[in-house]
């Protein structure tokens, strides 16, 4: 088959393409509600109104030096007389004309001042400060607003709050924020043969992976988790759980169940519940995903749905890639833009099928002799089966591989770094 012939394939019905799932799912997402936080509890949670600035920052001219506040133009007239002390916090007098202030880092520089002149460079003799005839008006000086000016549009809503940007809402004397409460996502792992770390496996049985990965990267994507067990492979007990869920969260999680054999009942059980899109991604691993609702009876609304694939790399890599962009819509981010893309040299042969594949790799250290701006290479994991969880332990990004694309070793690749598509928008 020819490179054209299978990009054309890719484009066969029935096969969803990446994006456009994330497309679909992000449409339809609402943002949850929004709560007023005090700054001391608003760190990762995301605006839900604009901060501006209500005030200058700094509010006045303040010396930057320990040193003399000055008039430059009273210099010409020789050394000049101390009349006042002012510290950081103190009020100063308007600076009596012919008289120099003694001024400590921090403190507001008094009216009438136009310079301070650092404490190093100035000679006391008889009581009066000498000072160096190059002496600039502003030198020294923090002026009024020099780092926010009031009116000043500081953060957009749907920024997620950083450490930065909580200093600087506290720098504009805001003590608490306007933001979208945390979303709730509810997780359920089904499977008959699943059983919990810390129990004996009987023949047939594994242990549940997929609830302690995926609670804990939703936890990580800014959510919070209701960690809602294991649910058996019966239709019953699948809807009846479901429902039970749904009811006290935003989005409900599923891993496994989502194929269409017979032990799979999320879809039916969803459909009976809400309403389920169930697809057959062009993703690699990761194939069947379902996205839907689930309707509340007690309140107003629904639970949005979203099923992964059993597989804990399917599970954890459609959660990067399809989940992380929903989350962040429900959070109320901006952007949903995914982390860009990174590109190295790969150290390995492959070639995609008709979906798109994201393989793990590691990017390697350099050669000895390798320049700093040498291209960063990067050697695929050798078992990059979707059971295979160690790949992910392993590895440190993602390659990933266009539907039909061939790559060979020397062939510049695009790539995610991992850690980044772990933490939240
Ligand atoms: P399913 O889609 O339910 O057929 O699951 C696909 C594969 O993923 C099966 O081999 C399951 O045993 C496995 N699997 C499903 N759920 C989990 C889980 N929570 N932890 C580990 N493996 C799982
Ligand atoms: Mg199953």
């Known amino acids: ?34 709560e007023i936080r005090p700054l001391s509890n608003a760190m990762g949670y995301v605006l839900a109104e604009p901060v501006v600035a209500g005030v200058d920052v700094p509010p006045a001219d303040n010396s930057s030096m320990d040193g003399y506040a000055i008039r430059v133009a009273d210099l010409a007239n020789g050394p000049l007389g101390v009349s006042q002390r002012i510290a950081a916090g103190d009020r100063p007098q308007p600076l009596q004309p012919g008289t120099c202030a003694r001024i400590f880092t921090g403190a507001e520089t008094p009216e009438g001042a136009d310079a301070v002149v650092m404490q190093e460079k100035v000679t006391l003799v008889d009581d009066k400060a000498e000072f160096p005839k190059d002496t600039r008006p502003g030198e020294n000086i923090r002026k009024k607003g020099q780092d926010i000016n009031q009116g000043k549009l500081l953060l957009e809503t749907g920024t997620r709050l950083d450490p930065i940007s909580l200093g600087l809402i506290a720098s504009i004397g805001l003590p608490e924020v306007v933001v979208y409460r945390k979303p709730v996502v509810a997780l359920l792992s089904t499977g008959n043969e699943l059983v919990e770390p810390g129990l004996p496996l009987q023949p047939g049985q594994i242990y549940n992976s997929n609830r302690y990965l995926l609670i804990n990267l939703f936890k990580n994507l800014g959510c919070e988790v209701i960690d809602a067990g294991i649910i058996q492979d019966t239709l019953e007990e699948t809807k009846s759980t479901l429902a039970r869920v749904a009811e006290q969260a935003d989005l409900v999680v599923t891993s496994g169940g989502v194929s269409v054999g017979e032990e799979d009942h999320v879809k039916p059980a969803v459909e009976a519940l809400g309403a389920l899109n169930l697809w057959r991604m062009a993703m690699k691993p990761g194939k069947p995903l379902a996205f839907g609702s689930i309707r509340k009876t007690q309140s107003e609304g629904g639970a949005y749905f979203v099923g992964l694939p059993g597989n804990p790399v399917s599970a954890f890599l459609t959660s990067l890639v399809v989940v992380r962009p929903a989350l962040a819509k429900l959070q109320g981010c901006k952007t949903l833009q995914n982390i860009p893309y990174r590109y190295a040299e790969a150290e390995f042969n492959a070639e995609a099928g008709i979906r798109r594949e994201y393989l793990r790799v590691r990017r390697i250290p350099s050669r000895p002799g390798d320049q700093p701006n040498q291209a960063t290479r990067v050697e695929l994991f050798p078992n990059q089966n979707s059971g295979v969880l160690t790949s992910c332990q392993w590895a440190d990004a993602l390659v990933v591989m266009e539907p039909g694309q061939k790559i060979r070793e020397g062939d510049w690749v695009k790539y995610l770094e991992l850690t980044s598509l772990m933490a939240a928008y």
């Open 1 to 34: 088959m020819s490179h054209n012939a299978k990009h054309d394939a890719c484009a066969q019905p029935g096969l969803m393409p990446v994006d456009e799932a994330i497309k679909q799912i992000c449409e339809s997402i609402q943002p949850v509600t929004t």
